[in-house]
């Protein structure tokens, strides 16, 4: 158990977090230095990781809460540490994609749609989409999660709930992708978790517009028809992939280089995101919340 979960009763794992329980009303959330992709977890760390997905978080929170509440109560001071407000959370994955990349491509390349949305023929694959769209996904305990329709979601949490996640989640999206813009860095997609606080009112959870929940590309060598170099996981996916394995547990391990060239792009999406020296975060880790 880390120090920053002391007197903390462990309740669940998650592929890359630990979720403690405080008291009744609020828990406490560790992310890990863990990676995974194709939802299995590396053998391998990444160092540092946690303190990235966790900083650029609390980065997010701070600036969007007037979009939407979130659940960000304190960052603890080893960086990695959240106290958060107990939600509960939605059964939906709240999916936002501006460009044509990963499973969305995939599902482009078979059908011409995502997720119930028909798009324009003769798109490439990372173009840019006329408009932001919600592409809801499954949440899979085990395996992988699945893109869903609006429709299908709609059976899972109600059409008007849908709608005021939909509008919440582009809205969070339009907001990340300019701040992003602003500093050489596309926002190709991203992924919100939302749940309901005790008052009933919808709050954003989990992680916010960080490497793990979404696709970063440097805007300086984008060129539609290709996959993008990118500074998230993709770069450990491609490695993976390349190796031939079959997606099931376990994972490969991953060498020194690729380690040390993740980290890297982790460290310069914090960077270039927030402004600030990621060194800087981890003297005083509420320097992201100023």
Known sequence: MPDSADAATHIASGKVRELYELDSERLLLVASDRISVFDVVLPTEIPDKGRVLTGLSGFWFARTRELCPNHLLALRPDGRSTECRRLEMLPVECVVRGYLAGSGWKDYQRTGATSGHALPAGLLESQQLPEPIFTPATKATSGHDENITREQAATLVGPDVLAEIERLSIALYRFGAEHAAARGIILADTKFELGRDPDGQLVLG?????????????????????????????????????????????????PGEVVAGTRARYVEAFERITGIAFDAYLADPNVVRR
């Open 206 to 254: 989990d992680e916010a517009l960080t490497p793990d929940s979404s696709r970063f590309w440097p805007a300086d060598g984008y060129e539609p028809g290709r996959p993008q170099a990118s500074f998230d996981k993709q770069y450990v996916r491609d490695y993976a992939e390349a190796l031939g394995w079959d997606k099931t547990h376990p994972g490969p391990e991953l």
